[in-house]
């Protein structure tokens, strides 16, 4: 989704985009990265996304170039700042980042189990099984320290495990029906599961089914992608929410890097810097608005030229806001 969105996104812009998947592996990451920055002709721009902090020995390799580099979804972490810098310092090429609020999303998600909770008016404590996709990727780390924060705020809330799922329905699947099973053997009534994605949701969802629990029903479930699974899942009740909208970050990072040219041009050469947006959750409350406007998935109805700050007069604020991505929709 990330990828079909930027490329709707790009070819509203005229731009030539190619993406080149690693499929999460860090070490082909780093190889493939630094191997487009030694093509005869390298791209006039690099994107990349710090999986599992891989990023910055491609912007190391991309900064020998002198190629523009705007980091996407996951932005160095801390502990990497004190080397790679700040954008426009001590790498020059390294344009800033633009990332989605992860941890709200995950603090979002969690609080609204422990309504649905009080709502169904489970025994308490509530007890909780979270799933996370890793340990190492920023974007994960935001989303489970959002999480925590709610749990460590809430007296009613006992975190039974936090599990790491890799990402997949299958390993989320295996996680939940040890966790069920040994819930099982202490006489413990599972209330809630956590799952930083929607395939996590789902395998967790099928472990639910096979030791004879509903979710929606028995026990309350989150996800997160705005996937079609999870939203036909919160459609028919099943799921409670899947927050996201971080998917369209691709398709912000062709507006960004638009609108930087579009300076450069100009004369003007002031980095993007660090540009954070908001993701949001769809359930029972909007999803209906969701499906009717996006839930085909054809992207190229969204005019992206609407969100460039070059084609607004006077606007120096992106809005990102899932309002105006329906404002945003031509027939």
């Given amino acids: 989704m990330v990828t079909e969105t930027m490329q709707a996104a790009a070819s509203d812009f005229n731009i030539k985009l190619e993406v080149i998947y690693a499929e999460r592996n860090r070490i082909d990451m780093a190889a493939l990265g630094?191997?487009?920055?030694?093509?005869?002709?390298p791209p006039d721009y690099l994107i990349l996304v710090?999986?599992?902090?891989?990023?910055?020995?491609?912007?190391?390799?991309?900064?020998?170039?002198?190629?523009?580099?705007?980091?996407?979804?996951?932005?160095?972490?801390?502990?990497q700042r004190d080397r790679v810098g700040f954008p426009g310092g001590k790498h020059q090429n390294l344009l800033g980042?633009?990332?989605?609020?992860?941890?709200n999303a995950g603090k979002r998600m969690m609080t609204a189990l422990l309504h649905c909770a009080e709502q169904k008016q489970h025994q308490k404590p509530y007890h909780v099984l979270a799933i996370g996709g890793d340990q190492l990727t920023p974007a994960s780390i935001g989303r489970n320290e959002g999480a925590l924060s709610v749990i460590q705020q809430q007296d009613e809330l006992t975190l039974d495990r936090f599990l790491y799922a890799n990402w997949n329905q299958q390993d989320a699947k295996r996680l939940t029906l040890k966790y069920l099973h040994w819930a099982q053997q202490n006489k413990i009534t599972p209330s809630l599961i956590w799952a930083a994605n929607d395939p996590i949701a789902i395998g967790a969802k099928a472990a639910l089914a096979a030791h004879g629990l509903t979710a929606g029903k028995d026990v309350c479930l989150v996800g997160l992608n705005w996937s079609s699974e999870g939203l036909k899942l919160v459609k028919n009740g099943e799921m409670l929410l899947t927050d996201?909208?971080?998917?369209?970050?691709?398709?912000?990072?062709?507006?960004?890097l638009h609108d930087y040219h579009q300076q450069q041009l100009k004369g003007i050469y002031t980095p993007i810097g660090d540009i954070r947006f908001q993701m949001q959750s769809i359930d029972q409350n909007n999803i209906d608005l969701y499906l009717s406007h996006l839930g085909n998935e054809e992207w190229n109805k969204i005019d992206f030229t609407r969100f460039s700050l070059s084609n607004i007069n006077g606007s120096t604020q992106y809005d990102f806001s899932l309002a105006k991505v329906f404002s945003s929709i031509t027939e």
């Fill in 244 to 256: 996201g909208g971080h998917f369209l970050g691709g398709a912000w990072s062709m507006v960004l």
């Fill in 34 to 41: 630094i191997k487009a920055t030694q093509r005869e002709i």
């Fill in 50 to 79: 710090n999986e599992e902090q891989a990023a910055e020995k491609i912007l190391l390799a991309a900064s020998k170039k002198n190629i523009k580099t705007l980091m996407l979804l996951s932005d160095f972490l801390p502990k």
């Fill in 97 to 103: 980042a633009i990332t989605p609020d992860y941890f």
